[in-house]
């Protein structure tokens, strides 16, 4: 009869750490979660710009992986041209937060240059199909000069200003040489911020970085030689790598799927959305993105 009691007690214990504890932990597995980014990397996402990769996507998405305990390790799927300085580096620092806990591995697709070469710098591995092109690393920003086209319109602009340069990012005028070095004195720190990151992340010293950070395109094999990437091959290469760094033998692969905008969601929009679509509709698309275009007056650094 102790004997039974025994056993039963030892059963309940079995059902109770197996209810507890992740089959996965159990048997030596795991899951990997596939994220897929895809689109230019902005601060916030736009309904008339198209899908873009946004800080607050990747966080939501790695979030997610972070806080299941049976995903393992990460595997991003990096398709961007890039996008502005201030979105890359919080993505970064989402991404360099999350890889503390798990491994993250990147997957580049037909495009991962400049800012999506950025955001993938400090990643564990970095896995580029051969024809994949990435670097691109470099920094640029313009200012439109549109006094001519004002010229030709006949529209005469006074300007009001309370600081020296408050101006100068107007696209009115001619920038003036103390301008000009100003303008470049800023897209050079965020260059030197760029170069500092992939020669962390990659292992390579700042002179060889800087040899490369050109702003140059490369195919796949040539990053490979380079050491921009580690290894070549597609998602699956990328899969594996991370289920070798995570010690998993048999991952199960969970690929995560973004919300499409819901009909709710455009309802939502604010009232300056709604008024930018009423005036791409009376305007057409190429001329209200013309008109956005004319109308920014900050340019914004893009690591584009």
Known sequence: MEKRKVAVVGLAMLLLLVMLVPLGCISGGGKIAVISLSGPIQAKSSFF????????????????????GTVKAIVIQVESPGGTVAAC????????????????????????????????ARADKIVA??????GSIG?????P???GLYDKLGI???????????????????????????MQELVDQYYEQFIEVVAEGRGLSREKVRSLATGQLYTGIQAKKLGLVDGLGGVQKAIDLAAQLAGIEQPQVEYYKLEAPSLWSLLGMTLDEWYSLI????LGAENYFLLETLGCTYPEPCYQ
């Open 156 to 182: 005469e602009m006074q300007t009001f200003k309370g600081g020296k340069y408050k101006d100068m990012y107007a696209g009115l005028r001619e920038l003036t040489p103390e301008e000009k070095e100003i």
């Open 145 to 147: 000069n549109i006094k």
């Open 49 to 68: 710009l198209g899908s873009a990769i946004t800080p607050e996507l990747v966080r939501e998405q790695l979030t997610k992986a972070e806080r299941d």
């Open 89 to 120: 580096q919080e993505i970064l620092n989402e991404m360099d937060r999350v890889k503390k806990e798990k491994p993250i591995v990147v997957s580049m697709g037909d495009m991962a240059a400049s800012g999506g070469y950025y955001i993938s």
């Open 129 to 134: 199909l051969s024809g994949t092109l990435t």
């Open 139 to 143: 920094v640029i920003s313009q200012i």
């Open 279 to 282: 005036q791409m509709r009376l």
